[in-house]
């Protein structure tokens, strides 16, 4: 091996990757023309780095395969778990519905006790379920004025059934209940069926009345009751039976 070919080798991997002068590529072309062995060693040595590049070649395309099989997988994980949650939300949206319109747990309030023993099975069908928009709308000027009735502790028995009817049970007289001060109540409509001229009102209270020394005269609590209701001639609608669990 000839002194320049120990040089020409410790320039061929640079020569290799473009990475001589002009001068020095020129050189190393002039001497690959008479020489066989750099020539050989060049071979090798393109070889060798063509074998490196597809090696890493093939590694980044393994690489990006996993890459997007783990993907892939991940993907189809995320989905079906959105499918699934997806699908829980449903089914719970359209229970709160279907209990919002049909809210068959307040059978527990009326009682099995009472079912089909003090309210018939059609009065207690009417309680499952809210009834129309309009019909709720419409009973709601009974109930206000079952609110007033619960207020008015200041007449008598006979004032109180001028003024409100049926109602008047739940109006404090000051006839029997003397000198009362106030009076607590909550009122919640259940469930309105109006026809044409009568239907039906489902309603649910509670009710205290207190005496000025802080003492409870009366009251009642979750009462589920039922009014039925008739038009009068002026086309409103007035308290004509109470149904009330004794
Ligand atoms: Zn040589």
Not at 39 to 59: F, Y
Not at 186 to 210: P, Q
């Amino acid at each position: 091996m000839k002194n320049e070919c120990s040089i020409v080798r410790d320039i061929l991997p640079l020569y290799l990757e473009n990475m001589v002068s002009d001068e020095t590529e020129t050189f190393v072309k002039e001497h690959l023309k008479d020489c066989p062995e750099c020539t050989a060693e060049l071979e090798a040595l393109k070889a060798g780095s063509k074998i490196e590049k597809v090696s890493n070649e093939m590694r980044d395309s393994l690489e990006a395969e996993v890459m997007k099989c783990m993907k892939a997988v991940r993907k189809k994980f995320h989905k079906k778990a959105y499918r699934v949650a997806a699908v829980i939300a449903g089914i719970f949206i359209i229970v709160c519905v279907l209990l919002h319109f049909f809210p068959v747990y307040r059978m527990i309030d009326i009682g099995p006790m009472t079912m089909g023993n003090y309210y018939s099975g059609e009065q207690i069908a009417k309680a499952i379920s809210i009834g129309s928009a309009s019909d709720r709308r419409e009973a709601q000027a009974v109930l206000r004025l079952a609110d007033q009735a619960f207020h008015d502790v200041r007449h008598t028995s006979v004032e109180n059934e001028e003024k409100y009817g049926l109602l008047a049970r739940y109006a404090t007289d000051t006839d029997s209940y003397g000198d009362t001060a106030f009076n607590e109540h909550s009122l919640e409509l259940w469930s309105a069926h109006l026809g044409k001229d009568e239907g039906y009102i489902w309603v649910y209270y509670s009710s205290k009345t207190f005496n000025h020394d802080g003492s409870i005269a009366h009251g009642s609590r979750d009462i589920p009751s039922l009014w039925k209701v008739e038009r009068n001639g002026s086309g409103e609608w007035v308290v004509v039976q109470i149904y009330e669990h004794p």
